[in-house]
């Protein structure tokens, strides 16, 4: 048998992320509750781990978006492999809850490295 030494990129590694996403209040109950439940599940299904969930609560907008003055604010800190991130954008690109969605890279030292904007 032949010793293949792998790469970093061949080996399943999860990177940790941080997102933030602006509900639509008139979409959501209970301040988006049920949201993060239904994201907790989607990351798990991705393989990915949940590290925290939180609740940012209702802020007004400086400017409208959407037509609308105000979104409930939620962030979630995940732990997922990097190619299923576009996964995570496919689902939520065109739903009509989430107002805005952003996904940052996070690097060794926990800061944020790189940002994804939908």
Do not use: C
């Amino acid at each position: 048998m032949e010793n293949v030494r792998k790469t970093k990129t061949e080996v399943d590694v999860l990177k940790k992320y941080d997102s933030v996403f602006i509900l639509d209040e008139h979409f959501v109950e209970d301040q988006g509750r049920q949201f993060s439940d239904e994201f907790l599940a989607l990351v798990k299904s991705l393989g990915g781990e949940m590290v925290n969930a939180v609740s940012m609560g209702r802020k007004q907008f400086t400017y409208e978006v959407r037509k609308k003055k105000a979104g409930a604010y939620w962030n979630f800190v995940f732990e997922i492999k990097p190619g299923k991130i576009s996964d995570i954008k496919e689902k939520y690109k065109l739903d009509e809850r989430i107002l805005r969605m952003r996904i940052y890279d996070y690097n060794i030292n926990g800061k944020k490295a790189g940002v994804e904007d939908v």
